[in-house]
């Protein structure tokens, strides 16, 4: 960057460089915190990204982290990966001392005493925390419509979703709120935002990255990733994630192994051929296929090829995460911590109320399913159904992966749709994740990488799938859709979507 653009300018580069620029003292840490806080400040009211701003707090960081790399530039201790660079964090990641509501009511107010593991990797990187962001409550939904304060708009479009349910993340990395963020993908959380915002995102291999202070949905399923402007920082920030947590039993000690250089010649790319349908946007289909002769001139061999079991992905993802989240959210009931009525007549009315005002509908509708999924008489023919489903499901990828190195296809049926389009139909609601929650089901990881724009100015995602800790096939591949696709640096003019929202 050059001295003589704009601090806005800070706040359109990609993690890794901004963070070279402050070890070059190029750029102070508090001149880019205050051009993120900027920025926020003109625009969220339209996105509506945020749902807690450190605005003092942040610069307060911003000139600690200068402090540092001072002291390194001064012949002291060098400083860590991204000391200096403003970050945002996912609302249900328990951060100490800074609201963590899982934008809903039940939680308003609560401050955890303790920050999540991930959170505490990334302050250990030097990042400056410059907020929290809203989300589908509870992690609940796939268009981020569900948040009980407000809803997120996309910012290429503010009549638009931004996905869900880590809407917020997608949209401030996208919208130059923050230089990355932290999500948190169940069954496409992290995927589906990142595809409609034109961001990397990634959700890791089961166990790779700690769930420790990761307030649960369903816990064999949630996972922690970052959203990027790029394939390399969406590697550098699951690499500072990645690794064994004492904290998490489910953990694994697996580091991240750098590879997006390490180009795509040789790799075996399969296509699922149920992807590609009538039933998916054109667009979306042809970008598919350009992504594809992209990875062959590189080397890639790509071929078509059938992924057994998707009809099953889809009720098995639900009647799984609904039956976690049942157990999981049992936990909210106003005694010890959570929302209380103010009035009730009996410890049964105590929790009744309490529960029935603190949960939003989509999050009410999600207890009643696993309630009654799990309960006697019904737990065989549902619960245990899907788990034996679920167990076809990873058979069915393991199968695949034996003949191929990495799967390509859409994250989403279309491009973002508008707000308020299916809020109405809970299951075309559902149906968004059909290309998603397999990989979750499975426990491996899956990116959704930027590849084009739709007739509409819309971005489109394509998905990464891989072996389980298979995330640097992943990253080369994505390496080579990002040098192909020519979307990064690409990006959206919030002045028209502060109009077109006006103009809703």
């Known amino acids: 960057m050059n001295r003589s653009e704009g601090p806005e300018d800070l706040c359109r580069i990609d993690a890794l460089a901004l963070a070279g620029l402050l070890k070059l003292r190029e750029v102070s840490s508090v001149e880019a915190t205050r051009a993120f806080l900027d920025r926020i ?69 609560y401050l955890p005493p303790y920050d999540a593991t991930a959170v505490e990797r990334v302050k250990a990187s030097g990042a400056v925390v410059l907020g929290k962001l809203n989300m589908d409550e509870f992690a609940m939904g796939s268009s981020n419509e569900n948040s009980s304060v407000k809803p997120v708009r996309n910012p290429w479009d503010a009549t638009r979703v931004p996905g869900g349910s880590s809407g917020g993340s ?73 690794g064994r947590d004492p904290h998490d039993a489910t953990s694994v000690d697996r580091p991240a192994t750098a590879s997006a250089t390490r180009g795509v010649k040789g790799l075996r790319v399969g296509i699922p051929r149920e992807f590609l349908t009538d039933a998916v946007q054109p667009e979306v289909r042809d970008t598919v296929r350009r992504a594809a002769a992209w990875l062959s001139a590189e080397g890639a061999t790509c071929v078509e090829c059938a992924l057994p079991a998707v009809d099953y992905w889809i009720p098995a993802y639900y009647v799984v995460s609904s039956a976690e989240a049942s157990s999981n959210l049992a936990r909210f ?107 979750s089901l499975a426990g491996i990881p899956a990116l959704s990488v930027p590849a084009g724009f739709d007739g509409e100015g819309l971005p489109i995602g394509l998905q990464l799938t891989g072996p389980a800790f298979s995330e640097n096939v992943l990253f080369a591949a994505a390496g080579c859709i990002e040098r192909s696709a020519g979307c990064l640096g690409r990006f959206p003019d919030l002045d028209r979507a502060v109009a077109s929202a006006k103009g809703a």
Request: hydrophobic residues 40%; glycine residues 12%; charged residues 20%.
């Open 41 to 109: 400040a003109r625009y969220d009211g339209t996105v509506g990204a945020f749902l807690h701003v450190r605005t003092e707090d942040a610069l307060k960081d911003a000139e600690s982290a200068q402090r540092t790399l001072d002291a390194a530039a001064s012949g002291g201790p060098e400083a860590p990966a991204f000391c200096g660079v403003p970050v945002a964090l996912k609302d249900n990641l328990s951060t100490k001392g800074i609201p963590t509501t899982c934008a809903s009511k039940m939680l308003e107010g």
């Open 170 to 242: 997608a949209a401030a990395a996208a919208a130059g709120f923050a230089a990355f963020t932290l999500g948190s993908d169940t069954g496409g959380s992290i995927r589906l935002p990142a595809a409609f915002c034109g961001v990397v995102g990634l959700k890791p291999t089961y166990g790779s990255v700690s769930r420790y202070g990761l307030v649960a949905f369903a816990s064999s399923l949630d996972q922690i990733g970052p959203l990027t402007r790029s394939v390399a920082d969406a590697e550098s920030v699951f690499g500072l994630l990645a």
């Open 333 to 439: 009931d106003g005694v010890r911590y959570g929302h209380r009525a103010g009035t009730y007549d009996s410890i049964a009315s105590m929790y009744s109320r309490s529960r029935s005002e603190g949960f939003g509908a989509e999050v009410k509708r999600r207890i009643l399913l696993g309630t009654f999924v799990l309960s006697a008489g019904y737990h065989d023919a549902y619960y245990g159904s899907a788990q034996k489903a679920r167990a076809h499901i990873r058979a069915g990828f393991e199968g695949v992966f034996r003949d191929h190195d990495v799967l390509l296809s859409p994250v989403a049926p279309q491009t973002a749709f508008r707000l308020g389009e299916k809020s109405g139909d809970p299951l075309q609601m559902y149906l968004q994740d059909i290309c998603t929650v397999g990989a």
